[in-house]
């Protein structure tokens, strides 16, 4: 079985974001970037397909060359080689799911596994585009996955609950917090990850026009809150909530 | 990408891979450990699962196969969380693992190196004793050739990881000893295993200062006989391995004072910026940010200082001897004043648990007195710099 799953590099999501002065992104001077967490369940769970049925993990990043790191992070944690469609440009979700969608077409595998969303930006849109591109089943916010006689029977976070869904493969899936829990990269993992192979191409190779479409206008900071309260007891509590904040 | 604290994307790999299990499982461990001076075994194991426990060794021989640089890392992050936990880990991969697969045989490493990478052992060194610590050839642990064995007897002192619970011993030790007669440098190193007749726990030490997660113990030799296959290099010659090793130790406890000055200037940083005193924030106060300020600068001159040298280790060669005993002399008191600023700069808050500098603080002093004394240090440096006439 061939796995296919992505990882994006992303900054540190524990860092105090500052906008930047004309408000067209964060600051990113001197802040450390790391694998997108919801990746690190998809790269995961690719691993662990891999170790029930056999086969080859294949990892791809859509980035800057310094996204190799989280390649190699990857390929320590388990994925055998590595893709990098390497651009500086800040993609929207649509370009990053074209990119991906010709990536997939040239390796076929069998399933892509990747994060629902990154935790950067948030948006929880390229799974969804790329099996629309590819014309693919999809079955997103994975939190179990049985592969089987060609289906893939996936257990999904929903609204108020949760849903299975059977798709036939090949298929989209994109992975929640609860799927697994991701390993660690050992060391023996990292230094054999250094012998894995890295491919490195541009969306210009895969001929993709990467020319966003979504246009960011401005960033602005939510509003600031105002700080909790701990209160005495349930009256209080009960109190609070009719008169100060008007929810009962 | 190259940058001196990550020189390859390995390194950074590495770095990212032990600060995320540090935050996940090291430290919320750290402060009940600290309290009841206990040794966290199943977290040591999850070290060898990482193949952290033999960062250096040969992969063949079950370790990574890493440098020098690589054993910096992981002990800068172990130590900005947990020192008392590094230190314990600091004893099995630097004193044992490291020690044995520079200086043993392929027998050797085959026979100790698999188990100790694994954790399913855990290793320490014997060098110091209750009457010969700075002055280490003075031990009065003696070896004696018997046929085809040696018989030990001495007793060995503060010897981390010399027990594993209140009463029972660690698993191997290597144990240097005196071949030739009392007053000589003649100095052979041995592989000591637990369960040897007339080896023993003398006592486990209690009420330490800090470095309370790791054990120190007193061990006896009597009459403990070994075969000649557990005899370590040349008989006579292992002062020229007990150097060897010595200086990666005095760099990884370096770089224990890295992880603990780091973790300080965080926690003070943090603070004087949430901390309103007479309306403002503290660290808008001229002598709150000369702490500050001061820790930071201190605390990256000393990392670039220790990964400057980390950088140029073999870790099988000799020669180092001045900036290997320059990092520890340097860091271990840079680490100990930047933890006093940070319990300093939080005031009362500073002084009890919740926020960790106090343990810092008690952690490293032993900085100071651990892997050679600072007093040592300025003997060894000095001595080795009055062969020179200029610096280089
Ligand atoms: C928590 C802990 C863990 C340890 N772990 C280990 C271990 O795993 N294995 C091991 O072998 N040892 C271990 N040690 C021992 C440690 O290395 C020694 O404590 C250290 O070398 C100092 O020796 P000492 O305590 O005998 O002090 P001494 O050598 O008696 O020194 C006492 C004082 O005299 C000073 N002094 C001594 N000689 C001179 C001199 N020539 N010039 C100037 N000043 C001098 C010293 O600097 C010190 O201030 C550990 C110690 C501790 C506290």
Redesign the interface.
């Known amino acids: 079985m061939k796995i296919l799953t992505t990882v994006k590099r992303v900054t540190d999501p524990n860092m105090k974001i500052k906008i930047n002065a004309d408000a067209t992104g964060v600051v990113t001077d001197g802040v450390e970037y790391?694998m997108n967490s919801f990746d690190e369940y998809g790269v995961e769970e690719a691993i662990v397909l891999k170790e029930n049925h056999g086969g080859e993990v294949v990892v791809v990043s859509v980035g800057p060359s310094?996204a190799?790191?989280e390649l190699?992070?990857a390929m320590?944690m388990g994925a055998d080689r590595a893709i990098l469609v390497e651009t500086d440009e800040k993609l929207d979700s649509d370009a990053v799911a074209r990119v991906l969608a010709e990536v997939i077409r040239k390796e076929e595998p069998d399933i892509v596994v990747m994060g629902k969303q990154a935790v950067d930006s948030d948006r929880n849109q390229a799974g969804q585009l790329l099996a629309a591109y590819l014309d693919w089943p999809q079955a997103t916010f994975a939190f179990s996955l049985e592969v089987a006689d060609g289906w893939a029977t996936v257990g999904r976070e929903v609204d108020g609950g949760t849903s299975t869904k059977r798709v036939k493969l090949p298929a989209v899936v994109t992975a929640d917090l609860r799927l697994n829990e991701p390993r660690?990269?050992?060391?023996?993992?990292?230094?054999k990850?250094?012998r894995k192979p890295l491919d490195t191409m541009t969306p210009d190779d895969l001929g993709v026009d990467v020319a966003p479409k979504v246009k960011v206008l401005k960033y602005e900071a939510p509003e600031e809150r105002a700080a909790g309260e701990i209160v005495e007891d349930l009256d209080a509590l009960i109190g609070k909530l009719r008169d100060e904040a008007r929810v009962l | 990408?190259s940058d001196l604290f990550n020189p390859t994307?390995?390194h950074?790999?590495?770095r990212?891979?032990v600060r995320?299990?540090v935050e996940k499982e090291v430290a919320p461990q750290a402060e009940e450990f600290d309290k009841t001076e206990q040794f966290n075994r199943p977290l040591f194991n999850k070290l060898g699962?990482?193949?952290?426990l033999g960062?250096t060794a040969q992969?063949e021989f079950g370790g990574?196969?890493?440098d020098a640089v690589?054993a910096v890392i992981v002990h800068e992050e172990l130590s900005a969380a947990d020192p008392g936990f590094c230190l314990a880990y600091l004893a099995h991969s630097m004193l044992f693992v490291n020690n044995l697969a520079v200086n043993g045989t392929d027998e050797q490493r085959a026979r100790f190196l698999p188990g100790t990478c694994s954790g399913e052992l855990v290793g320490g060194m014997c060098m110091s004793e209750p009457d010969a610590g700075t002055d280490v050839l003075g031990m009065g642990t003696v070896a004696v050739e018997d046929g085809d064995e040696y018989v030990l007897t001495g007793r060995k002192m503060w010897i981390t990881n010399g027990a594993v619970s209140d009463t029972e011993m660690g698993d191997i030790f290597l144990v240097y000893a005196k071949t030739g007669s009392r007053d000589t440098r003649e100095i052979s190193l041995f592989l000591v295993e637990k369960g040897r007749e007339g080896f023993s726990l003398g006592q486990k030490l209690h009420g330490k200062l800090g470095m309370r997660a790791s054990t120190t113990a007193e061990l006896v030799l009597e009459e403990v006989r070994v075969p000649r296959e557990n005899l370590v290099g040349t008989p006579g010659k292992a002062v020229k391995s007990m150097m060897r090793n010595l200086a990666i130790e005095r760099v990884t406890l370096a770089a224990m004072s890295l992880g603990i000055a780091r973790r300080s200037v965080e926690i003070m940083n943090d603070y004087a910026r949430e901390r309103t005193s007479f309306g403002r924030p503290i660290n808008v106060y001229g002598q709150i940010q000369r702490h500050i300020a001061e820790s930071y600068a201190e605390f990256m001159a000393g990392r670039s200082y220790v990964y400057h040298v980390a950088g140029q280790l073999e870790l099988d060669a000799f020669g180092h001897r001045v900036d290997s005993d320059g990092v520890k002399l340097y860091c271990s008191t840079m680490a100990k004043n930047v933890a006093d600023r940070a319990i300093q700069v939080l005031g009362g808050y500073g002084y009890v648990s919740e926020y960790n500098v106090e343990r810092l603080w008690r952690d490293a002093k032993l900085l100071e007195i651990g892997g050679g004394t600072i007093e040592a240090h300025q003997k060894n440096m000095t001595r080795d710099l009055a062969q020179l006439d200029k610096i280089r």
């Open positions: 790391q310094a190799t790191k190699r992070t320590a660690y990269a050992s060391l023996p993992g990292i230094m990850a250094k | 990408m994307e390995e950074q790999v590495l990212e891979m995320s299990f699962e990482l193949g952290l960062v992969p990574s196969g890493m690589a």
